[in-house]
């Protein structure tokens, strides 16, 4: 795997390393835009969520594998992109490396973090468990089997999912 790194994602002067951690919208975008450099992606999951339709997962409307597409599919038509599946855990701005859980580093030039965002609660923690997060397949999940398990209830079916916080 690191010997495929250092050949095809290879730095020099001319074209610089860009290591990406992140598979969402902006780091795919950049991962395009940035095609014609050594291009190293990192995500901590083999695929790509389109969370605008997570909602409809959340209702049941759709499946989460119906919004999820595998990053090597995507950015496979681009020959300087590689693709590496490890959660980042730490990064070194000195050393200019990635740390991947696990031990491994993953040397840069540039370093593009594009690694989203996680809901908030604004200090009221204990609200989550009325009101969980929709950022990731596995937050939908959870929402999917509370829901319905509510709707199964003869005492609480008449409860509809509103989600909130929404573009
Ligand atoms: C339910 C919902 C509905 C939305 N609807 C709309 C809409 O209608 N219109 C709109 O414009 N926007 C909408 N948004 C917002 C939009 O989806 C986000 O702004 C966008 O996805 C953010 O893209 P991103 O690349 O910054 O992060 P993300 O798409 O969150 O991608 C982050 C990536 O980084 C990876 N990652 C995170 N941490 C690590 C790590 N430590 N190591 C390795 N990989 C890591 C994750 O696995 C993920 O693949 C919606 C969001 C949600 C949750």
Redesign the pocket.
């Known amino acids: 795997m690191f010997g495929a790194i250092s050949s095809i994602a290879r730095s020099d002067a001319a074209s610089p390393r860009v290591v990406i951690?992140?598979?969402?919208?902006?780091?795919?975008w950049a991962a395009k835009t940035l095609a014609n450099a050594p291009v190293v992606v990192?995500?901590?999951?083999n695929y790509?969520?389109f969370?605008?339709l997570?909602?409809q997962v959340a209702t049941t409307g759709l499946s989460p594998a119906d919004i999820a597409a595998p990053i090597r599919d995507i950015v496979g038509v681009y020959r300087n992109v590689i693709v590496m599946l490890?959660?980042?855990?730490g990064v070194d701005v000195v050393a200019c490396t990635v740390s991947i859980m696990g031990g491994r580093h993953v040397p840069y030039d540039y370093l593009v973090l594009?690694?989203?965002?996680r809901h908030a609660y604004f200090g009221h923690d204990d609200w989550e468990p009325f009101a969980p997060g929709?950022?990731?397949r596995s937050d939908r999940r959870r929402g999917d089997a509370r829901r319905l398990s509510i709707g199964g209830s003869p005492d609480e079916s008449a409860l509809c999912p509103i989600?909130f916080g929404?573009?």
């Open positions: 951690v992140g598979a969402g919208f902006g780091g795919l990192i995500d901590r999951e790509h969520l969370q605008p997570l909602y490890g959660e980042i855990v594009a690694t989203g965002a929709a950022s990731d989600p929404a573009s």
